[in-house]
């Protein structure tokens, strides 16, 4: 098959990747135009797609915009832009942005995104000629500039801002901007000090990102009924909810009537961190419409361990350093879709651990799927005290005695998916595999990725020993280095095992 007898699907699907790799930069998007070249058809298949984001970048340096608008007013058609790109290395929006949207540009009516990035460069460079930073904050030349934006985008339906800073006009510009799609998707990233200590953007938002910064007081202004998903990294403790409520109340009841994603990345410097909330205000938070939680780090005394949810709550994702999974136990008898835990700690064999994956994961436990994931530096606790029946999942990423994995593994007679790096071959008899009894029969699924580990025969052995110990499976993933041998094994005992040719085998590379 050539390039010529390519099913149009297909090669829409290879131009469509191609397209969407240059979508932020005005020189890869224009070495993407060589793709109309090549025939008739490659053109008229692909003039679309290229056509389908404007971009325009500002360089405060030579003082010029790189831009494709020009290409597409000559070559396709403003309806097919469905996607706009501003792109500035200055906090300031310059004047030339006018030129672009301007009355004789036909208005993009079909463009239903935009995505505005400000990336100041860390020193101011040395400008041909000298800006009057006084008039480009000139708040009615914002409010035009913003005013042509909106006028030749009525129909945007998602807005994406990046990095605006609060101290110069492009936040006033975001401002005035965002207000125009006040009932549409606002999605806002970059750091908290980027927002104004006003809630003129704050009351359009939907969404919002950021690195957290806790000098000032700007998070009663982010609060808004409109925020529907918020993600926040370097949160550096739980005082965050104070400061969404008013730390002044006895009883503080926090509410994100609207919001239906919740994202929170706790710091891990210790000793570094600030102090949890004030013990003498009982912060409540409520979280009606919240469909997806996840935590990384997130303290014992968290309110959030408290927060009255719904039955729309349906994913929750906890992840921990420090062997503390205490989060997951707040949803854990509630009857949602998914709830994952992944831990890095070095704790996982400790007491602490296991009572409260046993409380977790116990028969109490309402989730439908729910998953363990051992990071790196974890280990499997002693399968003694462990009690977990509603796990569904099980996730070994740290080298592990091949008979500590067949212990827990007996333990889990709901488990259906077993994941595995690297497996440490100890105390292994070559006679179990001839006298191979059921470990379990639950499992369907199994995935061993051990891709850049040397190859160790007593790995495969190991591989062929679950092959003939759990009857049940229907999957069996592995890397190339086994194929071989596996092959001639599951070849030579079918006859006695049929099942073994019921299985699909994937290869890992």
């Given amino acids: 098959m ?37 025939c008739a058809r490659w053109r008229y298949l692909g003039l679309p797609l290229l ?39 200055s906090d300031l929006v310059p004047d030339g942005l006018m030129e672009h949207f301007g009355t004789d540009v036909t208005p993009w009516v079909s463009a239903r995104a935009l995505r505005i990035i400000f990336e100041p460069q860390p020193t101011s460079p040395t400008l041909n000629n000298p800006i009057d930073t006084a008039e480009l904050h000139n708040e009615d030349r914002i409010a035009a500039l913003a005013g042509t934006v909106v006028k030749c985008m009525p129909n945007v339906a998602r807005m994406h ?79 965050i909810w104070q400061k969404f409520g008013c730390a002044d109340l006895a009883d503080t009841d926090i ?8 994202t929170l990345v706790y710091q891990t410097k210790g000793a570094d961190r600030s ?40 994913y929750v994702h906890i992840t921990d350093r420090s062997g503390k999974i205490e989060p997951a136990a707040m949803v854990s008898g509630q009857s949602i879709d998914t709830l994952a835990i992944t831990t890095y700690s070095s704790q996982t064999t400790s007491e602490s651990f296991c009572q409260a994956t046993n409380r977790i994961f116990g028969a109490s436990c309402k989730a439908k799927a729910t998953s363990l994931t051992l990071g790196l530096s974890s280990q499997l606790p002693n399968a003694e005290h462990v009690n977990w029946p509603q796990l569904r999942k099980l996730s070994i990423f740290a080298e592990t005695p091949s008979d500590t994995v067949i212990s827990l593994i007996k333990k889990l007679p709901n488990l259906a998916e077993l994941v595995m790096s690297s497996i440490f071959i100890r105390g292994w008899i070559h006679g179990m595999l001839e006298n191979a009894s059921t470990i379990s029969t639950s499992i369907k699924m199994v995935y061993y990725g051990d891709i850049y580990a040397p190859a160790a025969e007593e790995t495969t052995t190991f591989l062929k020993y ?12 592995f890397s190339e280095k086994h194929l071989e041998s596996l092959y001639k094994f599951v070849k030579a005992n079918s006859a006695a095992h049929p099942q073994l040719l019921a299985i699909k085998y994937h290869i890992l590379c």
């Fill in 51 to 89: 056509c389908r984001t404007a971009i325009l970048v500002y360089d405060v340096s030579s003082e010029t915009w790189q831009t494709n608008v020009r290409f597409i007013q000559a070559f396709g058609d403003a309806r097919w832009v469905k996607r706009v790109v501003l792109k500035s290395n």
């Fill in 466 to 477: 679950l092959l003939l110990a759990i009857p049940s499976l229907n999957e069996f993933a």
């Fill in 275 to 314: 102090p949890i909330i004030n013990s003498e205000i009982d912060v409540q938070i409520h979280l009606p419409q919240l469909r997806q939680l996840s935590v990384e780090n997130c303290p014992a005394d968290s309110p959030l361990l408290r927060a009255k949810t719904s039955s729309m709550l349906k």
């Fill in 161 to 239: 801002v990046v990095g605006a800073n609060a101290s110069s006009g492009s936040h006033a510009f975001v401002n005035a901007v965002s207000r125009a799609y006040a009932n549409q998707y606002v999605l806002f990233e970059g750091s908290l000090s980027a927002l104004a200590p006003t809630p003129t953007l704050s009351s359009t938002l939907t969404a919002l990102s950021v690195d957290f910064n806790c000098s000032g007081t700007l998070l009663p202004h982010i609060c808004s009924e409109s925020l529907r998903y918020l993600h926040m990294t370097e949160v550096p403790s739980d005082d």
């Fill in 2 to 38: 050539t390039t010529r007898t390519l099913p149009d699907d297909v090669l829409l699907k290879v131009l469509e990747y191609a397209t969407v790799l240059s979508v932020h930069n005005v020189n890869n998007w224009k070495s993407m135009t060589q793709l109309t070249a090549v």
């Fill in 255 to 262: 509410w994100f009537n609207d919001l239906e994603r919740l």
